[in-house]
């Protein structure tokens, strides 16, 4: 049986030998406990000296921690504050964390992980991940081998060319693939020690970056082209020579690379996108929860997307996928959905539309704003996945509570500064009639003697589940038949108090048992379709909870003290 637990006493986690010297386990993130290392283990490991003599509790540690996150003057600070104490005390940081995910969750990732991506050559302190430059090409898997755990399960990989709706920051991007793998572990429970992130720097056309002489990156225009399709080839074959079966997420590629590696890797490996699939299967949650707020059905909807990329494409793709499983055909249900670009709204025949728009061209108006198209196409509900902030004006919002009683506007552009609107525009505008979500939080909004509390369509509702589902089974591939049961399972788990209060999706502080019980509705999906390669325990739940790491301080085995070799005497 597969055992994701990771052995914490008299081995080091994936196999590592234990530190040998007392200030060793100081500064290894995965054995340091800090001032919580008992009076036993100071003796036995020689850390008497190296620490204040009390004794704390992980408890304690975790209060100090929480106060001087408190003192800090911003959300920066604070991402800085919690990196430093993720690359210095593991357990500490996710024991913080999950014990704070409401109001941690923001800075640890969106919104702030995107201001820290912005000025991450300014706030460089200590490198996380492993970076994998075009300088490398024909030694990816020779230098992977210096990355020193070895069970690695779930790895998170970037270029950098796409983060979030912030454009191209090469490699300081870093920073997505490490907040994710941090959610993956807070949220799924998958060992921090299984996950490994990677930036793939193949160079930027970020003008300010190459100028920038604190920039971390390759000073180079981008790879493009056969160069470097050879170059993600030699590290997706690095990966399964090193980390069979490992999970791999492509996370924030460009438009141009992400659908490419998704369509070449998805039947070769255990590879997803999370921009385009993960995006994709919460906000179809957010359409079913929200559905079941309204009362009305999904093949009475007409959909219109604002951004044809990752995300518009993967959400509409599963929106199809459910309309076809009530019995539409494929073409019936792409025209369910409709897309707007920078260029207008797609339609069959109109110029300059990249391959993977074409699909859900239709025949209909050539509209070349938001608002002529709600006016034109009365769409049920309005998603913006653009990365425009403000582009949901309050004329487009009014018309779109003119036509519906209950409209559904979803505002899911990350971070904050992108959002396409506020939950505030969107309820005040509509007489608190909207069912709205957004990709990053904001504060509940006061109507009248009503609280409304905005959905936050976080793809951490999604990628930890699925992740767990997969890694739990080893399932050999990741199929979207596995998102489309992750997306109906999450909308299930909104509560009648949830519901009541406008969400949309549970609230964060139940992210665990959501993402748990995402992973039994994944793993499940692998054994109907054969995809598994762990046998089905008898009881798969029980199982799949027992793997989930548990931000505990193990107690380490002493030592014998090594036999003193006789004294030397000369005369």
């Known amino acids: 049986m597969l055992n994701l637990k990771r052995p914490d006493a008299a081995n080091g986690a994936n196999g590592e030998p234990l530190p040998r010297k007392g200030v060793q386990w100081l500064r290894s993130p995965g054995f340091n406990k800090g001032t919580a290392f008992t009076e036993a283990e100071r003796e036995a490991l020689g850390l008497r000296g190296l620490l204040p003599p009390r004794v704390l509790t992980i408890e304690e540690q975790a209060r100090r921690v929480m106060i001087n996150f408190h003192n800090k003057p911003n959300d920066l600070e604070r991402y800085i504050q919690m990196i430093s104490l993720q690359g210095r005390n593991e357990r500490l940081f996710y024991r913080v964390v999950m014990d704070n995910l409401e109001e941690l969750m923001p800075i640890i990732y ?131 020579k090193l980390f069979p079966g490992a999970l791999v997420q492509f996370e924030d590629f460009g438009n141009q690379n992400a659908f490419r590696l998704l369509e070449r890797y998805r039947d070769r490996a255990c590879a997803f996108n999370d921009d385009i699939q993960g995006t994709g299967a919460v906000a179809l949650a957010g359409v079913l929860s929200a559905l079941r707020a309204s009362g009305g059905k999904l093949r009475e909807q007409r959909f219109l997307f604002l951004g044809a990329g990752e995300a518009g494409m993967g959400t509409a793709d599963n929106i199809v996928a459910c309309l076809v499983a009530e019995g539409l055909s494929e073409s019936e249900a792409r025209r369910h959905c409709w897309f707007m670009d920078s260029k207008g709204l797609i339609v069959r025949g109109r110029d300059h539309v990249l391959g993977h728009k074409i699909r859900y061209g239709h025949d209909g108006p050539g509209c070349s704003d938001l608002l002529a198209a709600v006016n034109a196409l009365k769409p049920t509900a309005l998603i913006g996945v653009s990365g425009q902030s403000k582009a949901f004006t309050r004329a487009v919002v009014t018309a779109m509570a003119a036509l519906n009683e209950r409209p559904i506007i979803f505002a899911l552009s990350n971070p904050t500064s992108k959002a396409e609107c506020t939950a505030e525009e969107a309820y005040t505008w509509t007489a608190g009639r909207a069912i709205f979500a957004s990709g990053s939080p904001f504060a509940p909004v006061k109507m009248g003697d009503r609280t409304l509390t905005p959905g936050q369509g976080n793809n951490a509702y999604i990628f930890p589940g699925v992740g767990l589902g997969v890694v739990s089974t080893g399932a050999r591939r990741v199929t979207d038949a596995m998102f489309i049961r992750a997306a109906r399972t999450l909308a299930e788990l909104v509560n009648d108090n949830e519901r009541a209060e406008g969400r949309i999706y549970p609230s964060l502080k139940r992210i665990q048992e959501v993402s748990h019980s995402i992973a039994v509705a994944v793993a499940e999906e692998a054994y109907s379709a054969n995809l598994a390669s762990v046998a089905r325990p008898a009881d798969l739940p029980a199982f799949i909870r027992s793997q989930m790491f548990k931000p505990e301080y193990p107690q380490y085995p002493a030592r014998r003290p090594r036999p003193k070799k006789p004294a030397e005497f000369s005369i």
């Not at 920073?175 to 490994?196: D, F, M, N, R, W």
Request: aromatic residues 6%; charged residues 25%; negative net charge.
């Open 110 to 240: 969106t919104p702030t992980v995107g201001r820290a991506c912005q000025e991450y050559a300014q706030i460089f302190r200590q490198s996380r991940g492993f970076f994998i430059s075009s300088d490398d090409r024909g030694r990816v898997a020779r230098i992977l081998k210096n990355w020193p755990p070895r069970d690695i399960k779930v790895i998170v990989v970037t270029d950098g060319e796409r983060i979030l709706g912030l454009g191209d920051l090469g490699a300081c991007g870093m920073g997505i693939p490490v907040g994710k793998l941090s959610l993956y572990t807070a949220c799924g429970g998958i060992h921090p020690e299984q996950c490994l992130p990677v930036m793939i720097d193949a160079g930027t056309e970020n003008e300010g970056l190459l100028a920038d002489p604190l920039y971390i990156g390759l000073r180079q225009r981008r790879l493009r082209g056969e160069a470097y399709d050879a170059l993600v080839e030699e590290f997706m074959g690095a990966v399964e």
